[in-house]
């Protein structure tokens, strides 16, 4: 096939799919903030996305903060017992307590969104609330919406303590640092400028696990091929777009000059 119909047929996808994505943020969005708020479907959609992500987010920091500090130990010659506190509570709030929180909620919580979505398209259940005078998004998008932002700064805020547990673990345990000393240099090291940086950093993650998921599946077609695809392009392109975010937001709090 002519290699430039190729480019051109993917840049034409690629640009619609990006419009309509557009237009579905654009319709979401001012559903969070316009009355009414269905307030107990929020609160169910906390507790789907947030406890009960809480034992994948809190194993995932763990083992990832007992692994960075066993790697900072074994490549450190001399100051150890300084520097693995230091880089642990430095990695786990700005970078690795948000990421691998987001990361683990996006492939848990946007495939289960885009499931449950995309099952009521299949099934017309999405066209019977239109028929009944009910808005899907301020039904169905802005509770999904405003519970994953309000609940990812949350679980990464446990996160970033358990991720830095697990590396006083590891160091004290199976590195042979002092326990006081360790927990000194974490607390002596740490800055509110790095916790609130993740914490922001998790609110936008938020956002963007919700939205992939409500928009996969809320266009999803073909029964039940069409849910399956819609899941994965939900977890897909969240994670696609969680790691996007943070560099950009990495560079905004952090780059050259500040």
């Not at 005078?133 to 301020?138: D, E, G, R």
């Amino acid at each position: 096939m002519n290699p430039f119909a190729l480019v051109g047929r993917f840049t034409i996808v690629f640009l619609s799919e990006i419009g309509r994505l557009a237009e579905f943020a654009a319709a979401a969005v001012p559903s969070i903030f316009v009355p009414p708020i269905y307030l107990r479907l929020t609160g169910q959609q906390m507790m789907r996305i947030g406890y009960y992500s809480l034992p994948v987010v809190g194993l995932t920091a763990f083992f990832t903060g007992g692994a960075l500090a066993l790697q900072i130990a074994v490549g450190t010659t001399f100051g150890a017992e300084t520097l693995v506190p230091n880089v642990v509570v430095l990695g786990i709030t700005r970078e690795l307590g948000p990421v691998m929180a987001g990361l683990m909620v996006a492939g848990r919580v946007s495939a289960a969104i885009a499931a449950e979505l995309g099952t009521m398209r299949v099934t017309e259940q999405i066209d019977a609330l239109v028929t009944l005078s009910t808005n899907p998004f301020k039904y169905l998008v802005a509770p999904r919406i405003i519970a994953a932002v309000l609940t990812m700064p949350l679980l990464v805020a446990v996160a970033d303590v358990i991720g830095v547990m697990g590396g006083w673990v590891v160091g004290t345990q199976s590195l042979g640092f002092n326990s006081a000393v360790y927990i000194h240099n974490t607390l002596d090291y740490m800055k509110d400028s790095d916790v609130i940086s993740g914490l922001w950093k998790a609110a936008a993650f938020g956002f963007i696990i919700a939205l992939m998921g409500c928009y996969h599946g809320y266009y999803s077609r073909g029964g039940a091929q069409g849910v399956g695809s819609a899941t994965t392009n939900a977890v897909v392109s969240a994670a696609i777009l969680i790691l996007a975010t943070n560099y950009a937001m990495t560079s905004f709090f952090f780059g050259a000059g500040r």
